[in-house]
């Protein structure tokens, strides 16, 4: 009996679709024995001939107008992986309109646009599959919409961008500073020319919001996700986060409330060296949860990259293929039932390091510990370095405080006149 037939449809031949367009051709018979169906690569499509060419596909597979894809009746599957929300947004409605399937690694995409793209295909009965947009080759949407569904979970963290994660990672090694390190990064490619997305915290924040949809159960909106980069990240704050037995991570945090509202926030952290975040280096990502049921999990892999990326992409067309021939559509799209609100950043309680110059003079460390005080600001450790100059370096670390009493105390010490500037500001993981 011939094997049922799934067509597939990439749109863009770049480094991400390239990569699909490999696997597709290279596993074909692996698929059809897992699955039963045999996927067929239809059609390639960029506006870009020489990435056209560079997929090595014969032309009669290959077009320049992504309406080719969209108006063949044998593609089942459209794969999106041109990024951005234009026109990207209208050629996966279009798809989902004409009863077609969505894969899609568009993080922004989703992050802005997932409840009415989701609601689309609904209505026209296929699915929006997207476990790449969040950490490439890890199957991380899969974990939390599936696998781990049963449980309510209490937390999440995530190492989520690689870029940052490679510049801090080479700065706790090497005590280099961050714009040498970023140098280095675009160098070797693993930053963008420009490279605002990553090192200033959007792409891990719309990939905060992905993973809280699923973890959480609620569409949240990106922009309620306070956002914070690695730019003020000094080799003198990394070097000391080391001496206290910390390493530095731009983390993207979820962590529910008791009274049902969430927290979520994308920030630099000192996270204690025992922690299994802390082991995570170079481009690699994970995702630390902690829920109900399964207690404390984690998964770690490669969260970019053209070979990882593409075998998540592959993965969820695995998925609609195994479900064609059960006579279905996918249901892991069922998340975001539920309407959440996100806790304002003024309420968020976590401990704080501090770095100052202060004056060499008696009283300096009185002053600051009395609006602290006033504050309801708590002090764990304070080290004070051997004065060299009139100025002082004055280390503070504290006990867990509300985000608003922490930054009232901090611009209140700000305004001493012992005070020469506030160097940094880092929080810690509790």
């Not at 696998?147 to 801090?168: D, K, P, Q």
């Not at 195994?322 to 968020?348: D, I, L, W, Y």
């Not at 602290?372 to 100025?391: L, N, R």
């Not at 922490?406 to 012992?418: E, M, N, S, T, W």
Request: charged share 20%.
């Amino acid at each position: 009996m011939a094997s049922a037939k799934l067509g597939v449809g990439v749109i863009g031949c770049g480094t991400v679709g390239g990569g699909v367009v490999k696997l597709l051709v290279a596993e074909q018979a692996q698929l059809r024995r897992k699955t039963g169906v045999t996927v067929e690569l239809r059609k390639a499509v960029d506006t870009d001939a020489a990435k056209r060419s560079a997929t090595g596909l014969p032309p009669a597979l290959l077009a320049e107008d992504a309406n080719a894809v969209l108006a063949d009746p044998e593609i089942g599957v459209v794969v999106e992986v041109i990024g951005g929300v234009n026109p990207a947004r209208s050629l996966v409605e279009g798809a989902l309109a004409a009863g077609k399937h969505v894969v899609t690694a568009n993080k922004e995409l989703v992050a802005k646009h997932g409840p009415e793209l989701l609601a689309l295909a609904r209505k026209h009965g296929v699915t929006l599959h997207f476990e790449a947009s969040s950490c490439g080759g890890i199957p991380v949407i899969h974990a939390l919409g599936q696998s781990l569904a049963a449980n309510r979970f209490e937390t999440l963290l995530g190492i989520v961008n690689g870029t940052t994660n490679f510049i801090l990672t080479k700065m706790h090694r090497e005590g280099a500073e961050f714009a040498e390190v970023l140098a280095e990064a675009q160098r070797l490619g693993y930053a963008e020319a420009d490279p605002t997305a990553d090192v200033d915290g959007h792409d891990a924040a719309y990939k905060l919001a992905i993973l809280a949809a699923m973890a959480f159960d609620s569409h949240f909106d990106y922009r309620d996700i306070h956002t914070e980069g690695i730019r003020n990240i000094s080799a003198r704050d990394i070097a000391i986060a080391k001496d206290y037995g910390y390493v530095v991570k731009l983390l993207a945090i979820g962590a529910a409330h008791a009274d049902g509202r969430v927290e979520l926030r994308v920030h630099p952290v000192l996270v204690p060296e025992e922690h299994p975040l802390a082991a995570v280096s170079d481009a690699f990502n994970a995702v630390f949860a902690r829920g109900n049921y399964v207690g404390d999990v984690m998964l770690y892999g490669r969260g970019a990259g053209q070979l990882p990326t593409a075998s998540a992409i592959v993965g969820d067309i695995i998925d609609l293929a195994m479900h064609q021939a059960q006579g279905g559509t996918s249901p892991r799209m069922n998340f975001g039932t539920q309407a959440k609100a996100v806790v304002p950043m003024g309420e968020v309680r976590t401990q704080y390091y501090l770095r100052l110059d202060v004056k060499d003079r008696p009283g300096v460390l009185a002053a600051i510990a009395r609006i602290f005080g006033d504050c309801g600001v708590s002090i764990s450790a304070v080290k004070q370095a051997a004065a060299t100059t009139e100025s002082v370096e004055l280390v503070i670390f504290t006990h867990e405080v509300g985000e608003a009493a922490f930054q009232k105390a901090v611009a209140g010490i700000g305004k001493l006149d012992v005070v020469v500037g506030v160097r940094a500001i880092i929080r810690a993981h509790v």
